[in-house]
């Protein structure tokens, strides 16, 4: 039979504290780094918001994690507003507490576990160390984060979201709504436009727009995608016009929305699924963009002439590290594009997914030497292809000599290959 283990002297000075509120208060200014975390959880399953009001104002990490600790449940919202009211302390009393170094509350999900964890208390921004000077040169008080991840969809926020941007609002200049991660669905626009201008746009770096099928919310939405200027990831999926438009239209509404992304100087990954609005307007996309990507994936698109014709010509394709390219059929299209493409960056490209492409034996053959020039390439996915006996006995001997070089290609061929 098993025995549980005595509590430890920590846990029992936590447990004795919190049987009196006011004493526990007071043992704040003295109470150890160390102590926080858990006594913090425990004052919060307790429902001691005097303590949970003091520990804030006192707490002694850049970061406080509720996302790792709560669950968005029932509790979530009286616990979020108590910590509220603690940074409400923070925001206008004249003296900060002296041994609070709170920058950031992050309310993005994470694993339970995380919250035991003391590097998830230690993340901040550099600019969070820096005091903010005034035209007079006297300094102001740093200015706090809330962190959240959102999905913005048709009909509004849930509670908890709408209360905490109603609570920023109601504090401008006061508190930095930061998003690092943000969905954006349809109609959502028309919305959640005050959401938007809470939040702060340079804080996303995570983006997906999802079945915008209208050209009307497609424009509205242009200058806020040019605000996102630390933009690193980039979905847009299931593009179409649900209303008729002439081509003037369409060019108009395509460029204003394409010029946002010379703005992107961050940008490392671009994913483009479903773009049928985009069709023959991909080099207008890829010329604004004016720094390298690392993964470029094009996924169920369908390619005009002029799209895969100058998809190499760009800057922003010219040190890709990941070329996914699946179930976009290839079979019309000259391999030449692809050739000129795994030449340029031959220096930098690991993974290479033409699953489902349906390209010819022919068209595969076409670009084997320049995929032997991918000194750094680690896995070729040719599944869905159509791939002769002499390309395998081709591709196995450039990976043998690979082998002999000390590397080695990861190559997933079609099942019945």
Known sequence: ????????????????????????????????????????????????SEVVVAMVQAWPFPCLPLGAMVRKKAAYRRILEIILLGLDGLLFQNARHGRCRLRVLDLRCMPGKT???????????????????????????????????LVLKEG???????????????????????????????????????????????????????????????????????????????????????????????????TQFTLQFVKLKHLQSLHLDNLFFL???????????????????????????????????FLCTSQLKHLILKCVKLTHLSPEPLRVLLLKTAPTLMTLDLEGCQLMNSQLSAILPALRSCTQLSLFNFSGNYASKR???????????????????????????
């Open 156 to 254: 509004p926020l849930m509670s908890v979201e709408s209360f905490l941007v109603q609570w920023v609002g109601q504090r401008e200049g006061l508190i930095h709504l930061c998003c690092s991660k943000i969905q954006i669905w349809s109609m959502a626009l028309n919305y959640h436009r005050e959401v938007l201008e809470r939040l702060d746009l340079d804080s996303i770096q995570e983006l997906s727009l999802l079945y915008m099928n209208n050209p009307t919310c497609l424009l509205n939405f242009s200058p806020y995608l040019g605000r996102m200027r630390y933009l690193r990831s980039l979905l847009l999926s299931c593009f179409w016009s649900g209303v008729f438009l002439t081509p003037v239209e369409k060019d108009q509404v395509i």
């Open 391 to 417: 390309f395998l006995r081709k591709l196995a001997d450039h990976q043998m000599k690979l082998r002999l070089r000390g590397s080695q290609i990861t190559l997933v061929p079609s099942c019945d290959d």
């Open 279 to 313: 069709e023959g307007h991909l080099d207008q996309l890829f010329w604004w963009l004016k720094a390298p990507l690392e993964t470029l994936l094009v996924t169920h698109c369908f390619l005009s002439k002029s799209d895969w014709t100058h998809m190499a010509e």
């Open 115 to 149: 919250w035991n964890k003391r590097p998830v208390f230690m993340v901040h921004d550099p600019s969070e160390n820096q005091a903010a000077m005034g035209h007079s040169g006297t300094e102001l008080k740093p200015q706090l984060k809330v962190v959240i991840d």
């Open 1 to 48: 039979m098993s025995c549980k283990s005595p509590p430890s002297l920590q846990e029992l000075a936590e447990t004795s504290l919190l049987r009196n509120q006011a004493m526990a208060v007071s043992a704040v200014d003295d109470l150890p780094s160390v102590f926080f975390p858990s006594l913090f959880k425990k004052a919060c399953r307790k429902n001691s």
